[in-house]
């Protein structure tokens, strides 16, 4: 079994007790091979779906023995799925514009002001974050019922915004701070009300943030399947869930109908995240990064 | 400052709230505050009371059926077993990779982008490749066994590892990119200045780098664990959802949806929401025992 518990090398190089510039090679050899070995796993767990999704018949073989494409049509027909990315695109859209429009207001004053009671409201925000989606999505899901609320999109998004809204607000929050406070006072020295500044000051200089977030809780409102699984009726599923449908009831369909199925989820996917990558910096979601200051 | 002069009375009190920091710019957060009451607070206290009001017995009889059935109550240590070391791999396993990766070098935007596929492949995707790959006809154990590392096919689906690999797969990039981000927030000057007085690389970590990335790490292991431990559809893909992969999660789920017994759910998913606060408290109670201050790096 040791051969296949990934990553075995888990501790820090500190352990070593090499000296530097000699011993920073070893050390770097086991750091790059084990990324390696993990993009090597990763590559073979995506490829062998997309290999599965064009093969014809695959058993006990290396590769399948014919490739079609005819699992494409099939998937796109046995699971409508044409419905399925229309209530997807329309949920995330959704999401994603009403995420914003309650987030980036709180994440103002709660970048700008101070206030009793600020904390408390700031744990109250990242709780929902903090909690595993299951934990609150049955009573969610139960009061959403309650209301009449679930099994239709209108559940969907509202469960979907329970997340996206904090993360609305922790990413912006950063993003605000690094403005200048004087433009503000500036504009409002000028005659400008709270709207005015809003619209023509603040949200002008703020597009690069709110690009960033938009982006990133429409990924993750695609991919976010618990808290849809609870709340989506039969003709809101998203492409996750309806995934996760197929593959459980898999005895029914052709195994690779789900594969293919997968792929159009990961390319749909795929796409969001390159476009992502255009406005988002991966590394710069946490602090401001200084990228390597002049030596 | 009470000072402010005979005023009209309503212009006294909206002075006195403005110097405490309360005043109109607050309705701001308004619609985020109804929003997180509604759709957050309200179901969880609508959970928690519900989950007082068994279909028969007392108060707490739903509790004490949990706790006295061992399969129900097993299903919080599986759970544990689960997302305690593969939140733990991840966080360990990003810190030399994320050390080693800080500095500038060609390609590695393209390193970041590779880690944040896994992200957006999701859980469902995950499973399915894992089931293809690393199932007993899959490319990896057909890898084993044309270099005989092994006689028969390991099994690696449908059981703990299938769950396990899953985990470390989504969480892993998630993990990096974090460690990567507060690596990088860590003033290098202060490092430097560290090598100037002499102190070899490993000084310079465990005494300066380290240190200051503790909180930074106990905020990943947190954010980590919460995607663990509610593992859900990877437990019932890739893993045994009858035996050895029955996590919390899904006993939650069965109760509310295969039994329609919305209060036992709801005890179910108090108990998972108070495991996993503890596990995070206990975390952070360690975590404000570092140091946790600027670190020179946000500009």
């Known amino acids: 079994m040791a051969s296949i518990t990934q990553a075995p090398p888990a501790r820090p190089p500190a352990t070593d007790d090499r000296r530097r510039r000699v011993t920073a090679r070893p050390a770097a ?97 990242l709780l929902p974050i903090l909690m595993p989606p299951i934990t609150y999505g049955i009573p969610l899901a139960t009061v959403l019922y309650k209301f009449g609320l679930a099994g239709n999109m209108s559940g969907v998004v509202l469960a979907n915004l329970v997340p996206s809204v904090p993360f609305v607000i922790l990413t912006m929050t950063p993003f605000i701070e690094q403005i200048d406070p004087r433009i503000e006072s500036a504009a409002r020295m000028c005659g400008a009300g709270l709207r005015t500044v809003f619209v023509r000051v603040l949200t002008p200089l703020l597009v690069p943030g709110i690009l960033a977030s938009a982006i990133l809780v429409l990924v993750r409102t695609v991919g976010m399947f618990e808290l849809t699984f609870l709340t989506a009726g039969p003709d809101s599923q998203t492409l996750v869930v309806a995934l996760y449908y197929s593959m459980s009831a898999s005895g029914i369909r052709a195994q690779q109908s789900v594969d293919a199925m997968a792929v159009i989820y990961t390319s749909m996917m795929l796409v969001l995240l390159v476009v992502a990558l255009r406005y988002v910096n991966p590394t710069q979601l946490v602090a401001q990064v200084k990228e390597d200051p002049e030596h | ?183 990088s927030g860590i003033d290098p000057t202060l490092e430097r200045a560290a090598a100037t007085l002499g102190a070899d690389w490993r000084r310079r970590f465990t005494r300066i780098t380290l240190p200051l990335l503790m909180p930074g790490l106990a905020t990943t292991f947190c954010l980590t664990f919460v995607l663990a431990f509610s593992v859900f559809p990877s437990a019932v893909l890739v893993g045994n959802p009858a035996g050895e992969t029955r996590v919390i999660s899904l006993a939650a789920y069965q109760a509310a949806y295969e039994q329609y017994d919305y209060p036992y759910a709801s005890a179910i998913a108090m108990i998972m929401g108070f495991v996993e606060l503890v596990v995070i408290a206990v975390v952070l109670a360690a975590r404000s025992r570092f140091y946790t201050g600027a670190t020179g790096g946000k500009g």
């Open chain 1, 29 to 125: 050899w086991i750091v790059w091979g084990v990324v390696i070995f993990f993009f090597l796993n990763l590559l073979g767990v995506v490829a062998s779906v997309l290999v599965s999704s064009f093969g014809r018949r695959w058993f006990d073989t290396w590769l399948p023995d014919g490739y079609t494409t005819s699992w494409y049509g099939r998937a796109w027909d046995e699971f409508a799925l044409l419905q399925v990315i229309v209530v997807t695109l329309e949920v995330s859209v959704l999401v994603v514009g009403l995420s914003l429009l309650i987030g980036v207001p709180a994440a103002y004053v709660l970048a700008r002001r101070s206030f009793p009671g600020k904390r408390l409201i700031f744990l109250v925000f």
């Open chain 2, 1 to 183: 400052m009470s000072a402010a002069g005979p005023g009209r009375p309503s212009a006294h009190w909206r002075h006195r709230l403005a110097e405490r920091g309360i005043d109109r710019q607050l309705i701001l957060l308004v619609p985020a505050l109804v929003f997180v009451i509604a759709l957050f607070l309200y179901p969880f206290f609508y959970g928690l009371s519900l989950s007082f009001q068994p279909t028969d017995g007392g108060p707490f009889s739903d509790y004490a059926r949990f706790f006295s059935d061992a399969y129900e109550r097993g299903t919080i240590w599986i759970t544990l077993r689960i997302a305690l070391p593969a939140a733990l791999l991840n966080v360990l396993a990003a810190v030399p990779i994320a050390y080693r990766m800080r500095g500038r070098f060609r390609g590695k935007r393209l390193v970041t982008t590779l880690l944040v596929v896994p992200i957006t492949l999701g859980t469902v995707l995950t499973a399915q490749g894992l089931l293809n790959f690393l199932g007993p006809t899959g490319w990896f154990n057909r890898i084993l066994l044309a270099t005989h590392l092994v006689d028969e096919p390991v099994r690696l689906t449908h059981n703990y590892w299938g769950v396990f690999f899953s985990l470390v797969i989504t969480g892993f990039p998630f993990a990096f990119l974090l460690v990567l981000s507060y690596l």
